[in-house]
């Protein structure tokens, strides 16, 4: 692991975030379908006790390139549904620029094992895109 072989000032989080980031790196090639683990990671480097602080990475690490996948693919899907939908309804732009402002910060310091925020706005953003379809359809 590279944050092994680092000398890691562990009063800079910059810092940090590089050696955590550089082992996600490292792992990733060997996480195969399923990944470590949920909550893995923390215990898979010589930083232990961190997380990647990046909620897609982390995804991707200890659920593997599937549920890592899937989780990306969800958030791709789920944003660009509402982001076609929202032009002229202003409720469905709040909601997507709350999802988006949520994953912003789970980019920035998330962690996986912590996300209910996310998966409520994901889920609040599809049912939302999903009841302005159906209303749609009945006008029609």
Not at 43 to 65: K, M, P, S
Not at 87 to 95: G, I, M, P, R, Y
Request: with cysteine; hydrophobic share 50%.
């Amino acid at each position: 692991m590279p944050s092994c072989t680092l000398k890691v000032n562990l009063r800079n989080s910059v810092v940090i975030r590089e050696a955590l980031y550089m082992d996600a790196i490292a792992l990733a090639p060997s996480v195969g379908l399923f990944g470590y683990g949920l909550g893995a990671f923390s215990e898979l480097g010589c930083l232990r006790g961190y997380e990647v602080h990046n909620v897609l990475v982390q995804a991707i690490v200890e659920l593997g390139w599937l549920g890592g996948g899937a989780l990306i693919g969800l958030l791709l899907v789920s944003l660009w549904r509402a982001w076609k939908m929202s032009k002229t309804d202003s409720e469905l732009q709040f909601l997507l620029f709350l999802c988006c402002f949520i994953l912003l910060v789970d980019i920035a310091h998330g962690g996986l094992n912590r996300e209910l925020p996310l998966f409520i706005s994901i889920g609040a953003l599809n049912g939302a895109t999903s009841l302005k379809r159906k209303n749609s359809l009945k006008l029609s």
